[in-house]
């Protein structure tokens, strides 16, 4: 299925709009909806405008994961944990136990094989091959990098693990990051970018042919929307 490009007016509040409607959908349809949270600063206006539109839904029923996390504790400005719980997750009040953290606290290789199990017992209890997010956010760096799939990383190689240790460009450089293969596992994958700097990026990926990490995003059985602001 080829890409979808939205260029809302509002992006925050139609980026929300997006998601809730998916969410919506895959409870109505499963009982359950699985969602990875991305990291960096555009996520937070979205998840204000989730708080904010989505006080009817069941949150209780949406199960939360993490498509990188930086080698941090889980109260470091630089969590993606701290963001998202910040932002979204408390003012939702969405069960601890249905958020599934990465332990950036811990040695980064021990961090991914944990997460790795942890997601593979799920998708086990499923009767999943892998565990399959109903709708993956993800963003994009001005390298053409998505997740802490960084361009040159040998993580880029990876076709088997679903979860692995590496370093970003940026500090802290020590990184957990999902693989192509889980996030080619989803039903559902939303890119979230603003800038104007990104749009010939997002063009040039869209297009095909792009040799940027982000371009490899390409769910087997799913779709992919950028949303753009």
């Known amino acids: 299925m080829p890409p979808i490009i939205l260029r809302p007016a509002d992006f925050a509040t139609e980026a929300a709009r997006f998601i809730l409607g998916q969410m919506r959908a895959g409870l109505g349809e499963r009982g359950l909806f699985r969602l990875a949270l991305s990291g960096g600063k555009t996520p937070r206006a979205v998840h204000a405008e989730l708080v904010r539109l989505g006080s009817e839904l069941p949150w209780n029923r949406v199960q939360i994961t993490f498509g990188d996390e930086r080698c941090v504790p889980p109260d470091d400005s630089e969590s993606n944990f701290r963001m998202a719980r910040e932002t979204l997750l408390e003012a939702v009040g969405i069960?601890?136990?249905?958020?599934?953290?990465i332990r950036g606290e811990i040695a980064p290789e021990e961090a991914a094989r944990e997460y790795e199990e942890k997601l593979a017992?799920?998708?086990?209890r499923c009767g999943e091959r892998r565990y399959v997010h109903d709708l993956v956010l993800l963003g994009l760096g001005e390298d053409?990098?998505?997740?802490?799939?960084?361009?040159?990383?040998?993580?880029?190689?990876?076709?088997?693990?679903?979860v692995i240790a590496t370093t970003g460009p940026k500090p802290p450089p020590q990184r957990v990051t999902m693989t192509f293969p889980l996030l080619n596992a989803a039903r559902q994958v939303a890119f979230l970018?603003?800038?104007?700097?990104?749009?010939?990026?997002?063009?040039?990926?869209?297009?095909?042919?792009?040799?940027?990490?982000?371009?490899?995003v390409?769910?087997?059985?799913?779709a992919v929307t950028w949303i753009v602001g």
């Open 95 to 101: 069960p601890a136990g249905n958020v599934f953290r």
């Open 121 to 124: 017992a799920f998708a086990n």
């Open 144 to 162: 053409g990098h998505t997740a802490s799939l960084f361009p040159g990383s040998r993580a880029l190689d990876e076709t088997t693990r679903n």
């Open 193 to 216: 970018v603003t800038g104007a700097e990104k749009h010939p990026l997002v063009g040039e990926i869209v297009a095909g042919g792009s040799a940027h990490p982000a371009g490899r």
């Open 218 to 222: 390409q769910p087997e059985n799913g």
